[in-house]
């Protein structure tokens, strides 16, 4: 899946936001649950870095995205907008 997909799911769920599903739930927590778990993602990966494989640390670096995702979602934020800060 690329980012961009990944950015579409993230709307995708705030804007249907389906009963049953944890990003749902994320979402009804707002860009504090959001940041929340993006820091701890952050945190896992860092330590994935450190300590696992590089199997485990690509699976933590893409829950990173996906939080990125979801918070870019929150807040309205389209992907042209952090590309014009890369």
């Known amino acids: 899946m690329k980012f961009e997909e990944i950015v579409l799911l993230a709307r995708q769920r705030k ?10 739930e994320l979402f ?3 860009s504090d649950g959001i940041g929340k778990k ?8 860092w330590m994935a870095a450190k300590f696992e494989t590089r199997e485990a640390q690509a699976l933590e670096l893409s829950q990173v995205l996906y939080y990125v995702a979801c918070m870019m979602a ?11 800060k890369l």
Do not use: C, F, N
Not at 15 to 24: F, I, K, L, Q, V
Not at 38 to 45: D, Q, W
Not at 74 to 84: N, P, T
């Open 28 to 30: 009804r927590k707002g």
């Open 74 to 84: 929150e807040k309205g934020l389209s992907l042209e907008e952090i590309e014009a």
């Open 38 to 45: 993006l820091v701890e993602e952050a945190a896992e990966s």
């Open 15 to 24: 804007a249907e936001m389906p009963e049953g599903r944890s990003t749902t």
